[in-house]
């Protein structure tokens, strides 16, 4: 059976809660706190926005339990470039871990790099990338020492993350002024949706929810990897859904449209209008600290991928060299080193755009590899079979093509530099493909 677990990696010291921590702190980063602005602008309704979150978490767990099924069967770290180098072929998967290695990670973390800059921008009233490239380098240390360090680094922000996010919900509720936006149809709202400004909305929301399939990028020092895989990716999906439903209905119930149309933090923005000039900078200040463990989830699982793509290939080897902790320094060092880089040169909005693209086609790939594997290998071991099947794979690659669709045609400048990365990442495929090049396959 191809795609046992790995044998040159086996550190296997994570457990499900610090795996379901990766989960969610992989998901509750940028999205949340900085979409919604864009989402308004173009759907100024209560209705149409809950819609597009309740459909990202439906979405979202369609793909975990196909993504459970498939990494059940080949429990390898390295996520997509593992999956479908398996499952279609060796170029497909060497593509995934591509876009994996240049922008697929880099991108999210400098998101994420540069949302808590404007966060801290709008508090401090200097450059974002003065605290966006400092804490970058932080981070890259820790996740240059022991994976139980890193393991409690990841746990304490997440969990403070998700205590942030919950209190400032509930003060939303509480305490903040109460719009006339309405969460039930409204006699305009089924104009709105059937709009492609809901596509590209929609856009924004799995990017949101981007980061549900976190734990298999590390399926090699995942503990009983079988069992804490699908349950990682599964709770932790449904845990997402439930604060971004809670969040996103907040921030509406309590902050005039108008004044979050167009603004990337949004959460500053919410914020100011519950507690006010001084206690939104306060909450503005600690929403930026729990992007933290945004940055630290991907910068955990990314270099996974590359390292492994170091273990498969000569002309990656340097990325699979791993220090005395058993970490891929070298793959986490590379990556660190794309992310300052888009950190000072890139917009929030166009590296969104950018690297949505990527991911989505990524995915749908290796949902629709469920289909395949089924039909092609029928009684191979499935330690976990993909709840609802054929229904839930069905619906994510739809849905998929369905965004990718109105990506392409209302966004046509940020997917064409998409494709430039895959033409380059198959140029640089064929120059390695020879077998005498590879290492392992």
Same mark, same amino acid.
């Given at each position: 059976?191809?795609?046992?677990?790995?044998?040159?990696?086996?550190?296997?010291?994570?457990?499900?809660?610090?795996?379901?921590?990766?989960?969610?702190?992989?998901?509750?980063?940028?999205?949340?706190?900085?979409?919604?602005?864009?989402?308004?602008?173009?759907?100024?309704?209560?209705?149409?926005?809950?819609?597009?979150?309740?459909?990202?978490?439906?979405?979202?767990?369609?793909?975990?339990?196909?993504?459970?099924?498939?990494?059940?069967?080949?429990?390898?770290?390295?996520?997509?470039?593992?999956?479908?180098?398996?499952?279609?072929?060796?170029?497909?998967?060497?593509?995934?871990?591509?876009?994996?290695?240049?922008?697929?990670?880099?991108?999210?973390?400098?998101?994420?790099?540069?949302?808590?800059?404007?966060?801290?921008?709008?508090?401090?009233?200097?450059?974002?990338?003065?605290?966006?490239?400092?804490?970058?380098?932080?981070?890259?240390?820790?996740?240059?020492?022991?994976?139980?360090?890193?393991?409690?680094?990841?746990? /304490?922000?997440? #969990? @403070?993350?998700? $205590? !942030?996010?919950?209190?400032? &919900?509930?003060? *939303?509720? %509480?305490?903040? +002024?109460?719009?006339?936006?309405?969460?039930?149809?409204?006699?305009?709202?089924?104009?709105?949706?059937?709009?492609?400004? /809901?596509?590209? #909305? @929609?856009?924004? $929301? !799995?990017?949101?929810?981007? &980061?549900?399939? *976190?734990? %298999?990028?590390? +399926?090699?020092?995942?503990?009983?990897?079988?069992?804490?895989?699908?349950?990682?990716?599964?709770?932790?999906?449904?845990?997402?859904?439930?604060?971004?439903?809670?969040?996103?209905?907040?921030?509406?119930?309590?902050?005039?449209?108008?004044?979050?149309?167009?603004?990337?933090?949004?959460?500053?923005?919410?914020?100011?209008?519950?507690?006010?000039?001084?206690?939104?900078?306060?909450?503005?200040?600690?929403?930026?600290?729990?992007?933290?463990?945004?940055?630290?989830?991907?910068?955990?699982?990314?270099?996974?991928?590359?390292?492994?793509?170091?273990?498969?290939?000569?002309?990656?080897?340097?990325?699979?060299?791993?220090?005395?902790?058993?970490?891929?320094?070298?793959?986490?060092?590379?990556?660190?080193?794309?992310?300052?880089?888009?950190?000072?040169?890139?917009?929030?909005?166009?590296?969104?755009?950018?690297?949505?693209?990527?991911?989505?086609?990524?995915?749908?790939?290796?949902?629709?590899?469920?289909?395949?594997?089924?039909?092609?290998?029928?009684?191979?071991?499935?330690?976990?079979?993909?709840?609802?099947?054929?229904?839930?794979?069905?619906?994510?690659?739809?849905?998929?093509?369905?965004?990718?669709?109105?990506?392409?045609?209302?966004?046509?400048?940020?997917?064409?530099?998409?494709?430039?990365?895959?033409?380059?990442?198959?140029?640089?495929?064929?120059?390695?493909?020879?077998?005498?090049?590879?290492?392992?396959?």
């Amino acid at each position: 059976m191809p795609g046992s677990p790995d044998s040159k990696n086996t550190l296997r010291q994570v457990s499900l809660p610090v795996a379901i921590a990766i989960v969610v702190a992989n998901m509750v980063g940028t999205g949340v706190f900085g979409s919604l602005g864009f989402q308004v602008a173009d759907l100024p309704s209560g209705f149409p926005v809950m819609l597009l979150w309740i459909l990202g978490g439906i979405l979202s767990f369609c793909g975990a339990v196909s993504y459970a099924e498939l990494s059940s069967m080949m429990p390898r770290s390295g996520g997509e470039y593992h999956l479908l180098r398996e499952a279609w072929h060796p170029a497909v998967g060497f593509l995934a871990g591509w876009i994996s290695a240049t922008v697929g990670f880099a991108a999210p973390v400098a998101l994420n790099a540069v949302l808590l800059g404007d966060y801290l921008s709008a508090i401090f009233a200097v450059p974002g990338w003065v605290f966006a490239v400092p804490v970058v380098v932080l981070v890259t240390a820790v996740h240059l020492g022991p994976l139980q360090r890193i393991g409690q680094f990841q746990v /304490f922000f997440t #969990s @403070l993350k998700i $205590v !942030l996010i919950l209190v400032l &919900g509930i003060a *939303a509720f %509480a305490i903040g +002024t109460r719009q006339s936006v309405s969460f039930l149809p409204q006699a305009n709202d089924f104009e709105l949706i059937a709009q492609p400004a /809901f596509a590209i #909305s @929609l856009v924004y $929301v !799995l990017y949101a929810y981007a &980061g549900w399939n *976190a734990a %298999a990028y590390i +399926t090699g020092e995942l503990k009983d990897p079988q069992r804490t895989l699908p349950l990682a990716l599964l709770v932790g999906t449904g845990v997402v859904t439930a604060l971004y439903l809670f969040l996103n209905g907040a921030f509406l119930y309590s902050t005039p449209i108008d004044a979050m149309a167009g603004k990337p933090e949004v959460g500053f923005v919410a914020a100011r209008e519950i507690f006010g000039e001084r206690g939104g900078a306060i909450m503005g200040l600690l929403i930026s600290i729990g992007l933290i463990s945004t940055i630290s989830s991907m910068m955990w699982a990314g270099p996974r991928v590359t390292a492994m793509m170091g273990e498969d290939y000569r002309v990656f080897r340097w990325l699979g060299r791993r220090n005395r902790f058993g970490v891929p320094a070298w793959a986490v060092l590379a990556q660190t080193a794309v992310v300052l880089v888009l950190v000072v040169t890139a917009t929030f909005e166009q590296l969104m755009q950018y690297v949505q693209a990527l991911l989505t086609l990524s995915s749908l790939l290796t949902v629709l590899a469920v289909f395949w594997l089924r039909w092609k290998m029928p009684k191979a071991p499935r330690p976990y079979r993909a709840w609802g099947y054929p229904v839930t794979p069905a619906l994510f690659s739809l849905a998929s093509l369905y965004v990718l669709y109105f990506q392409v045609r209302e966004k046509p400048v940020e997917t064409g530099w998409g494709l430039v990365t895959l033409v380059v990442g198959g140029v640089i495929y064929l120059v390695s493909r020879n077998r005498r090049e590879e290492l392992a396959s």
